[in-house]
């Protein structure tokens, strides 16, 4: 399934929050192969590193530091907490949930342990990352 008009924003608004020093690199749904199986995340963000245009990779095997999915209308929250899980096996670092409907981000460092943000301002612990809610669901 394709990303929606909304889903495809909300993208953009969060890839453009989490790097506003410019100190990652972002890749949105690109692929990631975690023990032979391939995921592609809305978004994913790396430590800042040169890019090697020569040289493109199909699939990316390193796990990125932070993964972002923003549910849509099919999903369910469970089949994305699934992911979060493997992913936290696979050695990322953070895994944030996106809430349309709610304007949420609920932040997973521990899959157990997820905290809700609706308004104001979070910063995400293992990344250094501090975001406003409100930049986002502008």
Known sequence: ????????????RIAKAADR??????HIEMTLDIGGTDYVPDIALYKKQPIDFLHDKIKAEEPPILIVEILSPTQAVNEITDKFEIYFQAGVKSC????PPTKTIVVFNDINRPVSYSAGQFTDPMICVEVSVGDIFV
Do not use: E, T
């Open 21 to 26: 020093d410019g100190k990652y690199n972002i």
């Open 96 to 99: 944030w949930l996106v809430i």
């Open 1 to 12: 399934m394709s990303p929606s008009y909304n889903h495809s924003y909300l993208a953009y």
